[in-house]
């Protein structure tokens, strides 16, 4: 494409850490909403992917964010290959500490090479202890700015909303000196499929992440061996959107089964050929199954 066509996107950021220290409602606080409230037992059980526009200073800069239960998601993604996240935002509670799953949080984005900033949250908590956090992750190769490392420690709390513009301009400035954040909004549109559901009132409904080119409602996709047309396109308020840029996640409506977390997806010129592309991957896959299955009986046949 020429060169004009390649314009900045946002960084797309992924919010981990152990369960319970704080990653949705630190989302909540950032967007000025309530999903903790919402969730059955407080736990998250879906994928939260939305857009929020900063103000921090006398422009307005987009950032992507992605709110994972667990690392499931994140992990069969990157099983599978799919880069997703620019940036992780590790969430460790300031009065629990490093626990288990922050350290597989932390191994998943060493591993992917994706740079780290630690939000420490619940300082307002009693028996806070912010500087324990920052000593307990020096172990793992976190080091603090502070302490002549180079990651960026943000002491937070999603309760009281402290912390939480220097923890935007955290992001920004780990993506302005790490990243190049450019996409090609004239490109093929093609990216990943987060999530993936069966809605009862909308059939299957993929949650997508849009890498380059722009997706439109009435467009042919496939994704994974799902096919079908875009119906509608939804962002994270349920609103209509007719298209969505790089970096946006939005709710694709329309497809004929529902995708996998991990899931490519791309647009085709006719329903025809997402069809086929999908008939394909479908026999595919059932080829591999029976093969795995007539390795596991003629294994059974030895024994
Ligand atoms: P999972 O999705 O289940 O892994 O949890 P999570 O990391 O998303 O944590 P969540 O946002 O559900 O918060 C867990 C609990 O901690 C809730 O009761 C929140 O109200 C509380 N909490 C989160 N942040 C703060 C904070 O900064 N201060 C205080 N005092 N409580 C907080
Ligand atoms: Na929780
Ligand atoms: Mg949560």
Do not use: C
């Not at 989302?27 to 879906?46: F, M």
């Not at 629990?96 to 984005?109: C, F, I, K, R, Y």
């Not at 302490?147 to 513009?165: C, E």
């Not at 529902?258 to 997806?265: I, K, L, M, N, S």
């Amino acid at each position: 494409g020429d060169e004009e066509d390649w314009v900045a996107r946002p960084p797309v950021v992924t919010v981990m850490g152990h369960v319970d220290h704080g990653k949705t409602k630190l989302l909540d606080a950032i967007r000025n909403s309530n999903v903790v409230a919402r969730e059955a037992g407080g736990i998250t059980q879906h994928i939260g992917a939305y857009q929020i526009v900063t103000e921090l200073e006398d422009y307005e800069r987009p950032i992507t964010f992605i709110d994972t239960p667990g690392h499931e998601s994140f992990t069969a993604m990157r099983a599978r290959g799919a880069k997703v996240t620019d940036i992780v935002v590790l969430v460790v509670a300031a009065d629990d500490g490093v626990m288990p799953q922050t350290v597989e949080a932390l191994n998943h984005a060493q591993a992917a090479e994706v740079p780290i900033v630690v939000a420490v949250n619940k300082i307002d908590k009693e028996g806070a202890n912010p500087a324990k956090i920052r000593q307990q992750l020096t172990e793992y190769g976190l080091v603090a700015e502070e302490y002549g490392g180079d990651t960026m420690f943000v002491d937070v709390s999603a309760t009281t909303r402290q912390g939480l513009d220097e923890l935007l301009t955290a992001i920004l400035l780990t993506a302005d000196a790490s990243l190049d954040l450019r996409a090609n909004a004239e490109q093929d549109p093609q990216g990943v499929v987060i999530e993936g559901k069966l809605d009862k009132g909308r059939g299957p409904v993929a949650t997508v992440l849009v890498q380059r080119g722009t997706l439109r409602q009435g467009d042919s996709i496939v994704a994974g061996d799902a096919y079908g047309r875009v119906r509608s396109l939804l962002d994270e308020h349920g609103n209509k959107l007719k298209e969505a840029l790089p970096a946006r996640p939005v709710q694709v409506v329309g497809l004929t089964s529902v995708p996998r977390a991990g899931d490519t997806f791309l647009v085709v010129e006719e329903d025809r050929v997402a069809r086929q592309i999908a008939d394909r991957r479908q026999a595919r896959i059932r080829n591999a199954q029976n093969a795995s299955m007539r390795k596991r009986i003629s294994l059974e046949d030895l024994d």
